[in-house]
């Protein structure tokens, strides 16, 4: 079927910076909606950043002005930029592909395995 290969996550001092990457690999079609999610310990999986086919983009109250969202139609890859980093930015973060269009017209939603990103001094 279908799977979402993350990469990007790491150790950051506060204020620094991390681009996430993941690439949906398949018989894909089209993809809707690629976004990011993350899940700190003891809290709830959380939308961040999501953008459509179109480039329409939403972004968590949180992380407006700091991160960036973006996508590569040609390679079904998404990226996130994150700059700015805060301790409370410290969480798992999971790629998420949404009504994925494989080449017999069947629609799926994908996860990634989630990579973590730690924001400590």
């Known amino acids: 079927q279908v799977q979402l290969v993350e990469s990007g996550g790491g150790l950051v001092q506060p204020g620094g910076s991390l681009r996430l990457s993941c690439a949906a690999a398949g018989k894909i079609s089209s993809i809707f909606v690629m976004g990011w999610y993350r899940q700190a310990p003891g809290k709830q999986r959380d939308l961040v950043a999501s953008?459509?086919?179109?480039?329409?983009?939403n972004y968590a109250d949180s992380v407006k002005g700091r991160f960036t969202i973006s996508r590569d139609n040609g390679k079904n890859t998404v990226y996130l930029q994150m700059d700015s980093l805060k301790p409370e930015d410290t969480a798992v973060y999971f790629c998420?592909?949404?009504?994925?269009?494989?080449?017999?017209?069947?629609?799926?939603?994908?996860w990634g395995q989630g990579t973590q990103v730690t924001v400590s001094s």
């Open positions: 953008i459509n086919d179109a480039g329409g983009k």
């Open positions: 998420n592909a949404d009504r994925v269009r494989d080449t017999l017209g069947y629609f799926g939603n994908y």
